[in-house]
């Protein structure tokens, strides 16, 4: 499995692109006169960038309007026509703020003047008409094209809106407003903007966010519903933006039942296609969300006691456009997780595995590109290597054996068709940086390694490592097969055993020391080749005694005795072990 990239990073969408109910605006009404909507824009585009006394004056006007509208909802609180044209007044001067969205500059100047309270209360303004203005502003002032070229200015207008409770305003304030409303509906994809537009200046929001306020509340509930919508794609978007890096939010929606409605939302394309590109868009979000929320080892327990594996597995087999992203949400779920991977061979999910594994993909327009084969191959891949990994011995370990044998080894046959492909691709790659060093470009060694991963060199370990558990399963028809493959293709078994010893010396500490130990110690269990040893270093806690090398002329039987004798009746624990096999 692959680091999570949570979510694509395409551009971001803005609501001229996308409207609530998912279609382009470009066929809402064709008898708008374009042209003179063009004139409009030229003319407001035309408006001079406002210096720091146009600013002053700005906010002192701006602060006289709020003062006049306080104080008539406080004298006329039951007659509106009384304090209806202050608020047109104001709902004036917070248009006019938009202006400052082309001076970013001057945004610490206007946080100087202590303006920033003072819009930000206006979020739980009676009327909702005033909240939806302080949305639109704020989306303006902290939208993406502004701070391209003026980070700092734009940091500074960020850390005073958390500072003033932004986000805790935002979200109360995105509760009470109506999706069926249009300009309601707008505002809501405007405070979705917001919120992401302050993350990306200020990545600690994501979890902020999620700690100071119930937006993962309101995310669960829009993403739940069944129809289709703009504001339900931004939904999906923003959920997989607060879950692609931040562990703290994935176990807080995890306990929040999180996993449950994701399997929920996605359970709804298991035999339908999406209708339209955002929707597809949004199907693809709530995997990403899936797959992120698929780290934490509790929340793998959740999806295997929510029948996820099982779900997934009726998606693949309905061929739709789902496919491929449930193999991924497998892949994620099985990863370093046993139970998972028992509940997928005990549930018949072999079957469908390997036929993807065999190539046999469903044909439509989403995977017609050669990428996206490509994709769901090292996913599986990888579904197949944590198989390995997590069913070590018993009858689900000989059912997953048994499938590389069926079909006079079709499936090793396959193996080493794979093997080939992605091992010729990481010797061009590793060809090509060797002459940047000979044209005097120079990179370290981790640079060379994340390069060739980046070419296909992580998939072919997985491939190695499946190759490995398959040699140690002493099985003879596998081990002539892959014998017979290896000759054909002018290699040897010490190929192999150097793809997986370059696995094993670069497996890093991200999940502790002594998870890297233990998957070193798995890879160093199936990397060597030789005949008739095995090779066993063993600690008393945490202290190595050596090495010892003894030859065996006895069955697997009495090897595992032999293991079971020193690791439980001498009371030590194996560190590593090596079956050494010819």
């Known amino acids: 499995m692959e680091v999570v990239d949570g979510r694509n990073s395409n551009t971001k969408r ?110 739980g303004h009676d009327n909702t008409d005033i909240a939806i203005d302080v949305v639109q502003l704020l989306q303006e002032l902290t939208d993406d094209e502004v701070f391209d070229e003026n980070d700092e200015a734009v940091g500074v207008l960020v850390d005073a809106l958390v500072d003033n409770n932004v986000l805790e305003l935002l979200v109360q304030n995105l509760q009470r407003l109506n999706d069926s409303d249009p300009d309601e509906s707008a505002a809501v994809y405007g405070t979705l903007a917001t919120i992401e537009n302050l993350i990306e200046v200020k990545p600690a929001v994501a979890e902020l966010v999620c700690e100071r306020t119930k937006l993962f509340k309101w995310l669960m509930g829009k993403i739940k519903v069944r129809e289709f919508d703009g504001n339900k794609q931004y939904a999906s978007e923003i959920l997989a933006i607060l879950l692609q890096s931040s562990v703290a939010n994935q176990k807080k929606l995890g306990q929040m039942n999180g996993v449950d409605v994701l399997l929920q939302a996605v359970a709804m394309y298991k035999s339908k296609d999406p209708k339209s590109s955002d929707e597809a868009e949004m199907l693809e979000n709530l995997f990403d969300c899936l797959c992120c929320l698929l780290m934490p080892l509790e929340n793998k327990e959740r999806f295997v006691k929510a029948e996820g594996v099982e779900l997934m597995i009726i998606i693949i087999k309905q061929k739709k456009s789902a496919y491929g992203s449930a193999i991924r949400a497998l892949d994620f779920a099985m990863t370093k997780y046993p139970p998972a991977c028992e509940r997928f061979i005990d549930v018949l999910g072999l079957k469908t595995a390997f036929a993807a594994f065999m190539g046999k993909i469903p044909i439509n327009k989403k995977n017609k590109k050669e990428r996206y084969h490509e994709e769901l191959e090292e996913r599986v891949v990888s579904l197949i290597a944590s198989l390995f990994g997590g069913i070590l011995r018993g009858s689900r370990r000989e059912r997953l054996l048994s499938k590389f044998v069926e079909n006079e080894c079709e499936k090793i046959d396959r193996l080493m068709e794979l093997y080939m492909r992605y091992s010729d691709r990481v010797k061009a790659e590793t060809e090509r940086m060797d002459q940047l060093e000979l044209d005097d470009l120079e990179m370290d060694e981790e640079e060379k390694y994340n390069r060739k991963l980046e070419s296909g060199l992580y998939t072919l370990q997985l491939i190695a490592v499946i190759l490995g558990h398959l040699w140690c399963s002493e099985h003879p028809q596998m081990r002539a097969r892959i014998e017979l493959l290896l000759k054909q293709q002018k290699l040897t078994k010490k190929d192999v055993k150097d793809i997986l010893q370059e696995y094993h010396d670069n497996i890093g500490d991200v999940d502790g020391p002594e998870e890297m130990e233990r998957s070193q110690a798995k890879i160093q269990s199936i990397q060597h080749f030789e005949k008739g040893k095995v090779g066993l270093a063993l600690s008393p806690s945490k202290n190595h005694i050596g090495f010892c090398n003894m030859a065996f002329t006895s069955s697997w039987k009495s090897r595992l005795w032999f293991m079971q004798l020193l690791s439980g009746h001498l009371g030590l624990t194996p560190l590593l072990f090596m079956v050494f096999i010819g």
Do not use: M
Not at 24 to 50: F, G, Y
Not at 90 to 102: I, R, Y
């Open 14 to 123: 803005k609501r001229d692109d996308v409207v609530p109910n998912g279609n382009s605006n470009s066929n809402s009404n064709n008898d708008i006169d374009l042209s003179l909507l063009e004139a409009v824009e030229k003319s407001q585009n035309a408006v001079e960038a406002p210096d720091l006394r146009t600013l002053k004056k700005l906010v002192l006007s701006f602060e006289r309007r709020l003062k006049d509208n306080i104080g008539a909802r406080l004298k006329y609180p039951d007659q509106p026509d009384r304090f209806a044209d202050s608020e047109v007044e104001l709902h004036e001067d917070l248009q006019k703020l938009k202006v400052l969205a082309g001076a970013p500059d001057l945004y610490p100047d206007l946080v100087s003047l202590n303006t920033v309270p003072s819009i930000l209360n206006l979020l």
